[in-house]
């Protein structure tokens, strides 16, 4: 059975494993106050070319979704969202359950514009109503696209006028920035938003986020909000030591590099067979457009996630690939099709 | 240096090190649908002898109490507890932050008893004060001490006549059920209470809570409450084979004893050379007072926390000892006391 | 100047402030325990057919539906509702500050369905997205129309088959019971839901709803919600004596009645001047179309609200009636257009 | 049957409903922004001697400690409070349902002092505790005490040594600053604390609270808060209007004084009875302790509360005067005795 079901079914990359393994019995502080934090936050600075970001470690991706917006937003504040972001369909109202509204627009691609928060903005007039505090977006998007940098200067531009924040949720982070469509760097990052987080459990790592705050006033005391979310890991040396693992050179970008290969490589031989695709993903994420019958036959080789049913009764699947697809699995998965 | 500042300075036992190492390049499906997950919950409710307990896999402790609690409870619901409890000192108000208040009973050992649960209740007469909804006690209390059966089925039948429900935090449950006062088994728990939680993270794993729940009201739907609370694991597995590996054999409990062991030779130790107690601890934790020259000395040796300062100026200090802690470095800092 | 801002520009009908004052020095105890708050009570679960019901008196709606919504559901749980709908827009994110997420749908009239229901819930297929657990409908809507028997009894049906509570917001449920179009009487409510509020801000009292709550499993220990959310008044009787007024015979569907018939004279005036409507409305709210040369005539003799502006530049306004509309004010405002 | 039970037993006082009666007809905007209540709000302005004061008008007590507390806060800020505090034993745990903790310190006499807020901002030492954010007191206290202006100016200090916000809950503040022990002045409050409520259901208002919040930081975006807390009532004129009543003469520190002084008699006539108080007390509640036979008498001709029963079963009651309180029912009350 192939099992393009997500990019996170292994554990995680090899490099990693040693260096949990190499580090396993020394004693250390708890609570991420550990060298190998405070190193994995200086190789991360480094990285995104800031000195003067705050670095958190957080286990996973709804975790810090939650814990920074609802320590960033004052209570009537809202989120503006694209309608399939993260944070509006799949975190079972975690954003909602610290009180927050996410207020969303449809987009054909996953991706908020400029237009569409000036929109949303310009819809909330009063006290009736949530006052939009921050914009939230993914990197890349939920759908597999990805921002340009132009695309991120316009919303960041229209973010800074109407006094809002702008987050940038970077679970497949390493994905985007790594795609051929994407002229973004690590390093262009904290210029173009208010606070991003560097994502770790879908590329290699057991688990594991790093959150880069940049704005100042975003920074303080921001270690109660991580424990009071129930997010302050007591060994929290593992993150400092599988992010140290990953930004000592450039294996967390490699890791994105080659789960985009597998996926263009997949996408590619799709299209040669003959399936049209929802769109043209730059990423790892493909959405190839299945009739009943091909639907029936990809599942009967392969573990995938169904992305919606069309009117015609055609079915939209997503088929995923990580640092661990292996170019032959890829292979031979066409091959059988 | 000696390390006894706490029970999670390493990372893990070497035999679940070697199961992750073993298994990281499995795939399985995520967020603790695996058969990893499915086997170790198994093992846990054979070892607790309740086959239709509810067992979920948690991250954290913080996160573990945050989410079962806040689950259980309707809004208007508090929790009862020592005022020297884990939910009411040392989670940065997480319960709060999910909108229970916690009203506390000051205790000399960290234990409440059915009397001073009772006198909460008594106090909580109408509408305008909340209502008494969970008591939560510690197993074994964050002063070291275990409730005893007898303790246990006093307060278990104090919450049935009042209608509380009873939630135990084992955060130290290893070290509890092997300490010599302790007459509590494993399979006594499900009868003595509502839910309750198996530590992982301060017996030897990585990381990794299982809750046990074993009243069915409080069964349902909880998999949205850990996903909402930001404490699904992506590769929920990685909490599976930890368990696997504690509850194929009896590794749990042994790690539990061991770390008692170096406890109580550490305890006789100090005892011997004159070294008051606060009390005396039946478990992993030592609570030594010390004159400040007595504590100056400690502190160029080894690390603990500093607990409190009593009015004559005495430190009253607490000594961790762990599955991870050895017997000549317990002698060896005697010695040089 | 004339005024159709809103159906709460004065205080309250005479009545009521004569039934404020003759009880003025009365002494009763406080929280709504007194003998007026027990008799208006009384009133209204006879008028409402439901011995069995139980009834609370809050201040407003937003406070209402804030408190009964969150006490009604778990952490979990989500609201269904129309995008117009006022939990959704107008109450500042009341909902989700107790923690629940609000799913909407788009409507052109305002008025949910079953099929849109049913498509919600069809959306929610795990854990990974919020429960759908309430539907929330106002009768009648935002844009001033009104549910049908039938309509409510199809909505009905599809809650109780997927497991859903159905609450109606009364704010304006007198307009709506007295629309010439609607055959839902007060006592075919307590069939049709399991929890509404008769609205009496917006019907001649200074304020007060009253919640009744029809399901048995939503009653309990429900006061402490309602101190708990803010909403207990000290003088609570204040509410009893208003609704003893309005229920001690049929006062309350006589005002809806005027303010509808006040709506009626004008809908029809504006038509017979020619202004197109939004859509034709049965109850006490107008909707024309202007363009912005009417915009700025009807701007300078009279108050009312902007609904929103058309891609052609008209504006649609929303001119409201109450039961203090004096017909002669609607004459005289036509007459002046 | 006397009624000492509150000070809310009755309507309002006969200018106020005159008022109520008067503007009855008057069409004003709603949720507070007519000009009854632009001019209540300046003339309290006035009368605490700060033009740059915001003032908002709410209807009761605990919405306004709920909504200013929890506008005022970040999440891992906790309140400091006297145990008896209103906000920690009777407003059903609103605050905590807005996700803050309140950490008490047990007193004799309801009040607070800077050593006690030292005390428990010592013990808060790090991210694992919530952080001490605002002090919460009441001015006259639970007990009937007051704070004198050198107190309150102890407190201040200490707060603004360590960044607290102080906030002075003024439910009976009428009987406070009318109280003979007190040298406190409406004018003295904006420079002691940082927000204070000037209570007016206790004091002769059918509902109604006064914010005043001094401190610039507070102010922004406040009617957002009372929006989505639920406390912005639809007419709000109804609380200008009462408070212009108050505040355009002094009748409202009359209103106090009277109180004050009916309690006074009643007082001195206990004590000249033989009486024991718990402790004399300057304002309006009086704290007779009584033997079970006195108990008995005394519930056989009047309505009181009781406060607690001391261990040799002797009871304390609460006895409450108002401004409705009549001096020929006092006399007469105690020639029953």
Same mark, same amino acid.
């Given at each position: 059975m192939f099992n393009f079901k997500n990019d996170y079914s292994e554990g995680c990359h090899p490099r990693i494993l040693d260096a949990l393994t190499r580090t396993n019995l020394e004693q250390t502080v708890g609570y991420g106050l550990d060298e190998h934090c405070a190193n994995a936050a200086n190789l991360i600075k480094k990285a995104v070319g800031c000195e003067t970001a705050h670095v958190h470690f957080l286990v996973g991706g709804t975790q810090t979704n939650m814990t920074a917006i609802s320590a960033f937003l004052r209570p009537h504040h809202c989120v503006l969202a694209a309608?399939?972001?993260?944070?509006?369909?799949?975190?079972?109202g975690a954003i909602e359950a610290?009180?927050?509204?996410?207020?969303?627009?449809?987009?054909?691609?996953?991706? !908020?514009?400029?237009? !569409?928060?000036?929109?949303?903005?310009?819809?909330h007039t009063d006290e009736h109503m949530v006052k939009p505090g921050l914009v939230y977006i993914s990197q890349s998007t939920e759908l597999g696209t990805v921002y340009t940098k132009g695309e991120l200067e316009s919303i960041h531009a229209c973010c800074q006028k109407n006094g809002l924040l702008l987050y940038i949720d970077g679970a497949r982070l390493a994905c985007a920035l790594t795609s051929d469509v994407c002229d973004v760097t690590l390093t262009d990052l904290p210029n173009l938003c208010d606070a991003f987080y560097i994502g770790g459990t879908k590329n290699g790592m057991l688990f594991g986020e790093a959150l880069v705050i940049v704005n100042d006033t975003l920074k303080e005391e921001f270690r109660f909000f991580i424990k009071q979310r129930g997010g302050m890991l007591a060994k929290g040396r593992l993150l400092g030591i599988q992010f140290e693992e990953q930004f000592r050179d450039s294996l967390y970008l490699e890791l994105g590099r080659h789960a985009n290969a597998m996926a263009q490589r997949l996408q590619v031989g799709l299209e040669a067979k003959g399936y049209p695709l929802l769109q043209r993903s730059p990423t790892n994420l493909v959405f190839p457009i299945l009739t009943p019958e091909q639907y029936e036959c990809f599942s009967s080789i392969a573990l995938f996630e169904l992305w919606s049913t069309l009117p015609d009764d055609r079915k939209v699947i997503r088929l995923v690939t990580s640092w661990a697809t292996k170019q032959e699995a890829v292979d031979s998965f066409l091959s059988q099709l």
């Open positions: 309608a399939t972001g993260h944070v509006n369909v799949h975190e079972t610290t009180g927050h509204k996410v207020v969303t627009r449809p987009t054909p691609d996953g991706k !908020l514009t400029a237009a !569409l928060i000036q929109d949303m903005v310009d819809e």
